[in-house]
C-alpha cells in the first residue's frame, strides 16, 4: 500500500504537493493504515478509489468500497443530503488523518 501511494505522490505535480504538504500525505498513509486494520479491507481498492478521486477530470461526489459498515453508510448516503453525510463522513473518518495545508488558509 505504501509503495503505491508513494508512486502516486511521486507522480503528483509541485503545486498539489505543496498544497497538500508532505505532512497531510504522511497522514493520510497513516490513517489508511489504521483503517485496513479496523476494516480489513484490501487497501489496493481504497488506494485505487483514491487514484481515480484525485486524478479524474469530473471526479465523483464520492467513491464506493464495499464492505458491510461502509455499505450501511453508503445507503444511508443515498437518502440524505450530502452535506449530512459529509459531516457524517468526516466526523467518523476524515478528521483522524488531518486536513490538507492549503485547506487551512
Avoid at 481498492?45 to 481515480?52: C, N, P, Q, R, T
Avoid at 437518502?79 to 478528521?95: A, E, G, Q, R, S
Wanted: charged residues 30%.
Amino acid at each position: 500500500m505504501d509503495r503505491t501511494a508513494d508512486k502516486e505522490w511521486n507522480a503528483t505535480s509541485d503545486s498539489i504537493k505543496k498544497e497538500y504538504g508532505q505532512e497531510y500525505f504522511e497522514s493520510l498513509k497513516n490513517y489508511s493504515h489504521s483503517e485496513v486494520e479496523r476494516f480489513g479491507r484490501n487497501p489496493e481498492e481504497v488506494v485505487d478509489a483514491m487514484v481515480d478521486a484525485v486524478t479524474a477530470v469530473e471526479p465523483e461526489i464520492a467513491y464506493r468500497v464495499s464492505g458491510i459498515f461502509i455499505g450501511t453508510l453508503w445507503v444511508l448516503h443515498d437518502f440524505l443530503p450530502d452535506c449530512v453525510t459529509d459531516k457524517l463522513v468526516n466526523k467518523l473518518f476524515y478528521h483522524r488523518a488531518g486536513f490538507p495545508k492549503g485547506s487551512t488558509k
